[in-house]
């Protein structure tokens, strides 16, 4: 018998190990996989999708892939590593004439089968019990990105692994996984956090790939690509420096042939390591401070009206648009009382439905006497929000620059950005309403800030600075109407923007 | 280095902190032998090892594998080991945990050839975890030989085997020299060295005491143990300067002496009654035990 193996016989052989290892771990293999899931189903659907807010269900998407790209990084590379380094396990496979990097090449590919498994699956559940329009090419790279984002955790996970004992290592790992996750914005929508803990953020690498993640299906992404990566390579090349380094202090060398401790190149490796460790914290400064997150509205309630802004900023606020026009200084956009429902300016108020994209809601608008206060009338907008397309609207629209002999993409921009606030008083029957602002992006999600109109008038006042991402000089739209599938009927009344 | 040289340390220093483990060794391994290592612990045994098998960097001298650096993936493919201390993972089964190592080696035996030299066939399939001590003694052993190793390093393999076991496992280390396998052993079992060293080599603060076969290495040691039957007192015995020590056993009594021949001589002229006399030279126990002794007091050869 004189048949040579192959190095590649052995890298197969290290990974089907690894592989099998991990799957036949529950304690590992389960929540790596049904987690994330299981978070989307109740944050993505429950709360998100089943109330039509569409957005929170794309966002949970988004959200709930890097969560579980977190677990295979973390703990597939810290817990086990820990443990194994303990037991005499890596000693033992670094006596062995294994192919160099045998051993780290099948713990990552184990590591990237299972945030396929966990991203797969998240992405099937999403596009079906959660409905999510996601296009074929969105998933693939909401996928890959997540597979490929594994690395800076699992690089995290190393060093924890050659740091920590095989007994602390899965308390010390959860203890950074779970609060990660949650200060990253992966569970609630950071805007839900407190601005302290919003502002601290992009010192967390999940937050970067989060962002990143969120890019891929065309959610609102904070900062730019550029931050994100360098962040995240930053991270993955200090803490995979550092892991090797503890290692190497332990006398485990899991790249093959240590090298001797003495010798001449002592100072040549010293000045090497000292140069990796300044770019990698280079980068991650880079990237943290470019990550800053802009300013997210905060939960505002108004004279009783429960409003919530579940905004998520608009990708580049500079998107090549030119700035609109000054605001003319008249702060009332719609009174009602005048028999008619035209603003001071521009186009509308004029009643709006999904049927140009394709969906089946109806809306019809007028105005009725008896408004908010001791004002005489108000504007009535009814209807029935339709199933058919995933992003359903109806409601009544504003145009501050609008021309109505342009077509819609041709419509112009008004420039907000030196008023504080917009206020409606608004009643109804006590659905969920939303106060859209879109600006020059078409195709992106606007800007929404959510409300309940009861029986009563209420005012409903929207802090304009505080409402993340929204490009205050550019807005072409402004909407009042709902997006939860069903009957609806709601007045609203002097709507203001000071 | 000679082509019957399969692996060697030359005038190796190894510090860890203050403690100097090895204080210039000088060791070869020759094909087709049995080394035993032994050595008390502390000696130096587990550095050395670590050192050839290119775990560890000498601070000082040479380490040679096939003439090779012992790091070399070349060096590695032709030899095998089993650790002392290794867990390996508990849900994999013997069978995979075989193929695994089995892929790193250039001409390894099959699957059936590994599992009936180890009587592993019963166990194969079984997760690891579920396995006795004993049975995963013998999976390491069998990680051990898969890749048809020239050259094996046993650390301690028989502990934790009982008797039965251990005469399989000596078996099959056997079978492996008189196919041609070289193996360095480190054992606490003299007699697992006894039963089956060509060679031993004594180690103690971190170098190389005493070296030979078991026969030369008793030789060392002048020590003879001597047991009769007499109703001499002991004061009477124990002052003659013969005698190192003196113990009695259900009627028979024993001296240990360096000078058997005067000894008899006083006995006989003492006691007529003298009787059932066996003299024994001292076993590698007793060898062993003298050679690290006189080591520890400073002197490098044996007295």
């Not at chain 1, 028999?339 to 709006?352: C, D, L, N």
């Amino acid at each position: 018998m004189t048949r040579g193996r192959s190095a590649a016989d052995a890298y197969l052989g290290d990974i089907k190990v690894e592989l099998t290892k991990m799957l036949r771990t529950p304690a590992f293999a389960v929540p790596t996989i049904v987690f994330p899931v299981m978070f989307y189903l109740l944050f993505g659907v429950l709360l998100g999708t089943a109330r039509g807010n569409m957005q929170m269900g794309l966002y949970a998407l988004a959200a709930y892939a890097v969560f579980g790209t977190m677990a295979p990084g973390l703990f597939g590379f810290g817990v086990t590593l820990a443990m194994e380094r303990e037991q005499g396990l890596l000693t033992f496979r670094q006596a062995l004439p294994a192919p160099p990097g045998a051993f780290l090449v099948a713990r990552m590919v184990t590591a990237m089968v299972f945030v396929s498994l966990s991203t797969l699956l998240l992405i099937l559940v999403a596009t079906t019990i959660g409905k999510v329009p996601l296009t074929p090419a969105q998933g693939l790279l909401l996928y890959f990105v997540n597979v490929v984002g594994v690395l800076p955790f699992a690089a995290v996970g190393m060093f924890l692994g050659a740091t920590a004992s095989g007994n602390a290592a899965p308390a010390i790992i959860n203890m950074i996984y779970l609060p990660m996750a949650f200060l990253s914005g992966l569970w609630v929508p950071l805007q839900f956090l407190p601005k302290m803990l919003q502002d601290v953020a992009p010192a967390w690498p999940a937050y970067h790939l989060a962002q990143l993640s969120m890019h891929t299906v065309d959610a609102p992404m904070m900062g730019t690509i550029g931050n994100h990566l360098a962040a995240l390579v930053g991270v993955t090349v200090l803490f995979f420096f550092l892991a090797m380094r503890r290692l190497g202090n332990r006398g485990i060398s899991l790249f093959g042939p240590a090298r001797s401790s003495a010798g001449s190149a002592r100072p040549l490796r010293q000045a090497l390591s000292i140069g990796i460790v300044f770019i990698s914290i280079g980068l991650i400064i880079a990237g943290v401070l470019g990550g800053q997150a802009p300013r997210k509205a905060a939960a505002a309630t108004s004279d009783g009206a429960q409003g919530s802004g579940s905004a998520t900023p608009v990708a580049d606020s500079d998107s090549g648009a030119p700035p609109g026009v000054a605001a003319p200084d008249v702060p009332v956009i719609g009174s009602f009382d005048d028999g008619s429902a035209k603003a001071g300016y521009g186009i509308g108020w004029s009643a709006v439905d999904d049927k140009m994209r394709g969906g089946n809601s109806s809306v019809a608008q007028h105005l009725v006497a008896g408004g908010a206060g001791e004002s005489a009338g108000a504007l009535e907008v009814s209807g029935e929000i339709g199933t058919a397309i995933q992003y359903p609207f109806a409601g009544t629209s504003f145009l501050p620059n609008g021309d109505a002999a342009k077509s819609f993409a041709e419509q112009g921009f008004m420039d907000y950005s030196a008023r504080k606030t917009l206020s409606f008083f608004a009643r109804g029957d006590g659905r969920t309403y939303t106060l859209m602002l879109m600006g020059p992006v078409v195709d992106a999600i606007p800007t929404m800030y959510t409300f309940d109109a009861g029986p009563e008038w209420q005012q409903v006042r929207v802090p304009l600075h505080e409402l993340g991402g929204v490009d205050l000089k550019r807005i072409k739209v402004i909407s009042i109407g709902t997006m939860t599938p069903g009957p609806f009927r709601f007045q609203v009344d002097d709507v203001r923007i000071d | 280095m000679s082509q019957s040289t399969l692996a060697r340390l030359d005038d190796v220093h190894k510090r860890f902190g203050k403690i100097a483990a090895l204080d210039g060794l000088d060791l070869t391994v020759n094909r087709g032998e049995l080394l035993a290592l032994l050595g008390p612990n502390g000696a130096g045994k587990s550095t050395a090892i670590s050192i050839l098998l290119g775990l560890q960097r000498p601070d000082r001298g040479m380490a040679g594998l096939f003439g090779e650096d012992p790091q070399s993936v070349e060096a590695r493919q032709r030899i095998g080991i089993m650790m002392q201390e290794v867990n390996l993972p508990s849900v994999m089964r013997p069978r995979e945990l075989i193929r695994q190592v089995s892929n790193y080696y250039p001409n390894p035996y099959d699957m059936p050839t590994v599992l009936e030299k180890l009587s592993l066939q019963q166990l194969a399939d079984r997760p690891y975890g579920k396995l006795s001590g004993g049975q995963k003694r013998q999976v390491q052993f069998a990680l051990a030989i898969c890749g048809r190793p020239e050259l094996l390093f046993l650390d301690e393999p028989t502990v934790g085997l009982d008797l039965k076991s251990r005469e399989e496992l000596w078996q099959v280390l056997r079978d492996l020299v008189h196919e041609g396998c070289s193996i360095v052993l480190t054992t606490h079992y003299l007699e697992e060295a006894e039963a089956l060293a060509n060679r031993v080599a004594v180690m103690a603060h971190g170098r190389v005491v005493a070296q030979g076969s078991v026969d030369e290495i008793r030789a060392h040691v002048s020590r003879k143990n001597v047991s009769y039957r007499s109703t001499l007192p002991r004061q009477t015995i124990e002052a003659w300067p013969e005698v190192l020590q003196w113990s009695e056993q259900s009627g028979r009594q024993q001296v240990v002496t360096r000078d058997a021949e005067a000894l008899l001589r006083r006995l006989l002229a003492a006691d007529a009654e003298l009787s059932d006399v066996e003299v024994r030279r001292a076993g590698l126990a007793e060898a062993f035990a003298e050679i690290t002794a006189s080591a520890q007091s400073g002197n490098g050869k044996p007295s």
